[in-house]
T-cell receptor, first 113, second 108 residues
């Protein structure tokens, strides 16, 4: 049981490049989400999904796309990277929302130059 | 607006001293409240949640609806408690809101 996995662990992009951050979970969780963690700003919700085929925007969705074709996978796409997207990105999953515990991945540290 | 406020960026205490990490929230309904912890080089993980009314690693948190607070407390800090602590709120539907975090340093 690997839990929540994320790849890559580190990435450096040039401004304007695109890339996909991968997230997978093997716990059959319906709810998955992406956060970015910035100094002094805590974790901010980018996008979330309540099940395969269903996604919605969080607090800071601009510049990011997501899709959920399977229960297991929830990739985050950066369409045209900007220096403001330099951050640590965390994927999380849980059985549901409300009082359910969220399980986090190890994070991806992204630098955009 | 929904918000979680952790007023202290850094809290330093000596080993054996009491610890209180503050968390205040702004929410119009009845939220679920959590404390998450991130130890050095480890993943963010759940420490405790209000609904469970539990004590984990000696930590407790009491929900005060009148003051809209969910402060985290421990009577005697240990060096292994040094970590980043996040207070979080769930609106019961789809969204979680995290505070900005408090770094706890327990000094020997």
């Amino acid at each position: 049981n690997a839990g929540v996995t994320q790849t890559p662990k580190f990435q450096v992009l040039k401004t304007g490049q695109s890339m996909t951050l991968q997230c997978a979970q093997d716990m059959n969780h319906e709810y998955m989400s992406w956060y970015r963690q910035d100094p002094g700003m805590g974790l901010r919700l980018i996008h979330y999904s309540v099940g395969a085929g269903i996604t919605d925007q969080g607090e800071v969705p601009n510049g990011y796309n997501v899709s959920r074709s399977t229960t297991e996978d929830f990739p985050l796409r950066l369409l045209s990277a900007a220096p403001s997207q330099t951050s640590v990105y965390f994927c999380a999953s849980s059985y549901g929302t409300g009082f359910y515990e969220q399980y986090f991945g190890p994070g991806t540290r992204l630098t955009v130059t | 607006a929904q918000r979680v406020t952790q007023p202290e960026k850094l809290l330093s205490v000596f080993k054996g001293a009491p610890v209180e990490l503050k968390c205040n929230y702004s929410y119009s309904g009845s939220p679920e409240l959590f404390w998450y912890v991130q130890y050095s080089r480890q993943r963010l993980q759940l420490l405790l949640r209000h609904i469970s009314r539990e004590s984990i690693k000696g930590f407790t948190a009491d929900l005060n609806k009148g003051e809209t607070s969910f402060h985290l407390k421990k009577p005697f800090a240990q060096e292994e408690d040094s970590a980043m602590y996040y207070c979080a709120l769930s609106d019961g539907a789809y969204k979680y809101i995290f505070g900005t975090g408090t770094r706890l340093k327990v000094l020997a």
